[in-house]
C-alpha cells in the first residue's frame, strides 16, 4: 500500500477509538455521506469556538491583573506590632541651656563676636527641621555664621534637645492601664523633625537594649483592647523657661505616628491645656508569591529580597533590608540633601560617611531650598496642575507586607482644676489607643494564575469538544507512536528502505558515470568554446 492509503486506514481507526466527541462519526459506515458532513461542521464550530476562548483567556493571563481581596475580616490587632509613639515639641531646643553649651562647644576667653554669633546659631536652632525651616534665608544672609562653621550642628542639637525629664511628668505614663517609668521606655531619637522622645521604637541602641531586655517576642508591645486607656497615656508639661525671649517658635507639641522600623512621618499637632485622643487602625495588606513574575513596577511594591544589596560604608546596611523598604523616603530624601547642599544632617538621617556634615553655613542652603524639601512631588503630577510646584520627586516602592497606621486625632480642653497652677508652664495629657480590636487583613494576588488558565482551558475544551488531558495524549501518541507503529506493520519502512537503496545506486552509477566521460574528452584548448551537447554520453 501507498502511503496516502496507509494514512487513511490509520485515520479511520483514529475516529473509530477517539474520546473525542464527533470524531468517530466522521468514519462511521453506518452513517450517510450528509450527516458525516454536518458532524464535521459541528467539530470544525467546537473547534472554532474552543480556540476563540483560548485565545481570550490567553489574553486575560498576559495581562496579569491584580485583585485585592479581604483574606481574614477579623484579623487580631494583638498579632500587630502597637505603633512607635514619638514626641517633637515645636521649639527644638532648650533656651535655659545656652550658657552650659558655651562653655561645652566655644573656647576659652571667646571673643564678644564669637560669642554672639554663636548665639545667634543657637536661635536658628530653635525651628530647625527638615522641609519645614522657619528661618527665613534674608535673616540667615544677615548672621555670621562662618565664624562658627567649627560647632558640630548635631552633637549643638543634642546637648540643647529637651530631655524625657524636663517634659514628662513623673509617674504618669501607663501602658495598658499599668504605671511604668517614662524615660526608661520613651528614647531620645533622630527624626526629620529633628531628635523627638520615642516610644516602643526598635532602631536607636538604647531600644535595641530595651528589646534585648524584654526579649524579642514582647518588644516592640503589643495590644489587644481597643478604647481609651487601653493603650498609651501620659502627660507632658511644657515650661516657657524653655523658650527663647521672641522665639518664631510657638507652644505646641507633635505626635508622631510611626512604624517600630521607621525613622520618620508625619506629625500631629496638639495644642496647649488639652487632652488629647489618639486613635490608631492598623492596616494590613500583603502580597503573595503569585506576583513575583509582575515587575515591581507593576505591582507597585518589593518583596524584601528584591532588595539592592548596600554598600558595605552604607549606614543602613545593619539594620537590614527591610529597614531600606521603611525608610526609603528618608533616603530619597537625604540624597536631595545631598545634591542640592553637598552635605548631609545626621540631624535627620543616619550617618553617612560618604559625604561631609552640614555645617552652621550650610543652614542657608536648607533655608533657601526649603520649598523644594517640604514637598514630596509624584512623579506624573504636574500634568494635573496649572502650576507646577518645586519638590522631590521620590520613586519609592512600599514593602510587599504592608502595615499602615490610619491616626484619627480628638482634642478637648482641660476642665479648671486640671490645669497647672504655674501660668509659665503647659499640660499636654495624651492617651493613643487603638480603635478595634480586630481590622481586615488584606491580600494582593494575581487575578488569573497559570492553574487557573489550565482550569478554565479544561472546562472550555470539555464543554466544546468533550475532550480532557487524556484526550490530548491521545492525540500525542496517534501522531507519533502509533503512527510510527502502524507503518512498522504494514512494513511500509522495508519498501521505504528499498526506495531508498535504489536511489541512492541509481546516483552513485550517475556520478560514475559523469566522471568517465569528463576522462575520455579533455578539455578544449584555450579560447576554444565547447558546445554543451557536444560528445555528451549522458544527456538529459
Known sequence: KCFLDLLKEYFRSYCEKSTIHCVRYLYDPQLHNVERLIWCVLLIISLGVSCFFYLLLSERFVSQKLQT??????????LVQFPAVGICTDNR??????????????????????????????????????????????????????????????????????????????????????????????VLEKTEYGYCLIFNSELSPRSKAIRE???????????????????????????????????????????????PDQLSNVVYSMTQNTETYVTVRPDLTWTDDSTRSIPPERRNCLFADEQIELDTDDAAKKYGKHFQLTNCLNRCHESYLIQLCNCSLPIFFLYNNRVKECNAASLRCLARHNDIFSYDKRRDEDALFSATKPGMTCSCLVNCYLLDYYTATTTLPLSAYKLPKDPQQKLFKVDVHYQVETTPLYRTSLEFTIIDLIANLGGIFGLCLGASMVSAFELVYYLTIGLAMHLYDNKYYRVLNKQFRLKWRKFKSYLKNEVSHLGEHPVAPKGQIRHPFNQRKNAW
Not at 69 to 78: A, I, N, S, T
Not at 231 to 240: R, S
Open 213 to 259: 531586655k524584654e526579649g524579642v517576642k514582647f518588644y516592640p508591645r503589643h495590644n489587644a483592647k481597643a478604647g481609651q486607656s487601653t493603650g498609651l497615656n501620659f502627660d507632658l508639661l511644657i515650661n516657657e523657661s524653655f523658650k527663647r525671649p521672641d522665639s518664631q517658635a510657638n507652644d505646641n507639641v507633635y505626635i508622631m505616628i510611626k512604624k
Open 69 to 78: 481581596v479581604v483574606h481574614d475580616p477579623q484579623y487580631p490587632v494583638f
Open 93 to 186: 531646643i532648650n533656651w535655659s541651656k545656652l550658657e552650659a553649651a558655651k562653655q561645652q562647644f566655644l573656647p576659652a576667653n571667646s571673643s564678644v563676636e564669637l560669642v554672639e554669633s554663636f548665639t545667634v546659631l543657637v536661635s536658628r536652632l530653635e525651628t530647625l527641621r527638615f522641609g519645614s525651616y522657619m528661618a527665613s534665608l534674608a535673616q540667615l544672609d544677615d548672621d555670621n555664621l562662618e565664624a562658627v562653621n567649627f560647632v558640630n550642628i548635631t552633637d549643638l542639637a543634642m546637648f540643647l534637645t529637651l530631655r524625657c525629664e524636663e517634659i514628662l511628668v513623673p509617674k504618669s505614663c501607663l501602658w495598658r492601664g499599668s504605671a511604668f517609668n517614662c524615660c526608661e521606655f520613651f
